[in-house]
């Protein structure tokens, strides 16, 4: 029997109707419409060797890869006559036990809570558009099981984590590393206040032995993947094409137009833009930027260049909340940013489009996967930032007036608290306008 081509996840968001994932015989994503007329799918696993119908998870709470996952162990155990399912609600049942029957040992799940509820007090995560506490909520909901989340701290293995997170570490970039981080801050916590007894960290991965159980292969990091300056123009033209049908379009043109970092446009909102003499800036409170030292004694400004400026002119805007995102993610609700991931697909279709026409496409021609030596696509990050200070450094090249380093380095809020910068007082405002203005001005200089 031919088995069905591998589900990509682009193909499962598509989903309306039942139908094979491929990768593993029997795995299904079966669809089903609610009654407020949305559709929900879930992952079924049809084994004809014993007649039986398992449903694995619900989508995206189970993610694609973990359905995939889970359904090539669990036809294992059905080979050594082991019902999955069964086996499943008994250690369900075994945690359930755990909680409720007088044990009063902290689980994880209430360790992680109570880690967060006692840093916020401190002024810690001051971060009202991404509450660490819903941070964690997706993990818990997305990548970590019960036998974790329900697990008593001091029964937490490393040899738990790695089952959990091993394949996770090895083909996503940040968000693994982000969790045992946590966990690991968390249970150090923990032993410090003696909520739990003395013990190794199993969530620790340098120097621990979470850290030799785990892959050795990493997802590919490094630097951003940007586009070479001189694409730019071609690059901006396409893009401002969809900026009147796309609010992620409308954000990535302005985090280019403004050299912003991912957050900073992505979560911008409406009270930031302020006019000062007749001068419009992106007022972005200190606590918001990458750099957030007290030393540092006024908030980033950025100087609005017309280009800039116009597409907030024309961006819709829903009321007059000073808190509302100029850019929303209107799927999620009004207050709602976009994710990087949004942003990243808005690239790959941008990419793929552009590489039917020229053979190229978007990509970075620096920059190759480790595993299939094709160039990298860029990313909103690498535009924003890495071709901004190519552009800006090469004056005869571009055509611009020499702009000075400690100029350039202003203009990406690349900043410490020592030397020179221990005496700034504020930023040199109309010289990074000109920056502003000039690469405004070259972004924009193939739109007719």
Not at 53 to 80: C, E, H, N
Not at 121 to 138: D, H, L, M, T
Not at 414 to 435: F, I, K, P, T
Request: net charge positive.
């Amino acid at each position: 029997m031919r088995l069905a081509e591998r589900m990509t996840e682009k193909q499962l968001k598509a989903v309306t109707k039942t139908r094979a994932c491929g990768g593993v015989p029997g795995l299904v994503v079966k669809v089903v419409k609610l009654k407020d007329g949305s559709l929900a799918k879930y992952f079924i696993l049809r084994e004809s060797t014993i007649n039986r119908i398992f449903t694995l998870g619900r989508y995206p709470q189970m993610s694609l890869a973990d359905a995939f996952k889970k359904a090539a162990d669990w036809k294992v155990k059905i080979r050594q006559g082991i019902d999955p399912s069964e086996e499943e609600k008994a250690l369900k049942a075994s945690l359930r036990r755990k909680s409720t029957s007088g044990d009063d040992r902290l689980t994880f799940e209430q360790l992680v809570y109570r880690w967060i509820e006692f840093n916020e007090a401190r002024g810690r995560w001051n971060n009202p558009s991404k509450p660490k506490k819903e941070v964690w909520q997706g993990f818990f909901r997305n990548h970590i099981p019960d036998s974790i989340r329900m697990c008593p701290v001091e029964e937490l293995k490393p040899e738990m984590f790695a089952a959990a997170l091993g394949e996770k570490w090895r083909t996503m970039i940040d968000t693994p590393e982000r969790i045992l981080s946590d966990a690991r801050q968390a249970i150090d916590w923990a032993i410090r206040s003696e909520f739990v007894p003395l013990m190794l960290n199993p969530a620790q991965v340098k120097d621990g032995k979470l850290g030799d159980l785990l892959p050795l292969v990493r997802a590919e990091g490094g630097h951003e993947p940007a586009l070479p300056p001189k694409r730019m123009p071609l690059f901006f033209a396409e893009l401002m094409k969809l900026v009147p049908v796309s609010q992620t379009a409308r954000c990535l043109a302005f985090a280019i137009l403004t050299a912003a970092r991912n957050s900073t446009a992505r979560e911008a909102t409406w009270g930031e833009i302020k006019e000062t003499e007749g001068q419009w800036f992106h007022v972005i409170p200190r606590e918001r930027m990458k750099v957030k030292g007290e030393k540092i004694p006024f908030d980033r400004k950025t100087p609005l260049s017309p280009q800039a400026l116009e597409l907030l002119n024309t961006a819709p805007r829903i009321g007059l909340d000073p808190k509302a995102f100029i850019f929303p993610n209107i799927n999620k609700g009004r207050n709602s940013p976009f994710t990087r991931d949004s942003v990243r697909a808005l690239i790959k279709r941008m990419h793929d489009k552009q590489k039917a026409i020229d053979g190229i496409g978007w990509i970075d021609p620096e920059q190759t996967h480790a595993k299939t030596g094709k160039p990298r696509i860029v990313t909103l990050h690498g535009c924003a930032r890495a071709t901004f200070n190519t552009w800006a450094k090469d004056a005869s090249g571009y055509g611009h007036p020499a702009f000075a380093k400690d100029l350039r380095e202003s203009c990406l809020d690349h900043r410490n608290e020592s030397y020179q910068c221990a005496y700034d007082r504020e930023q040199a405002l109309g010289d990074m306008r000109e920056v502003f203005d000039a690469w405004g001005a070259f972004c924009f200089s193939q739109i007719k």
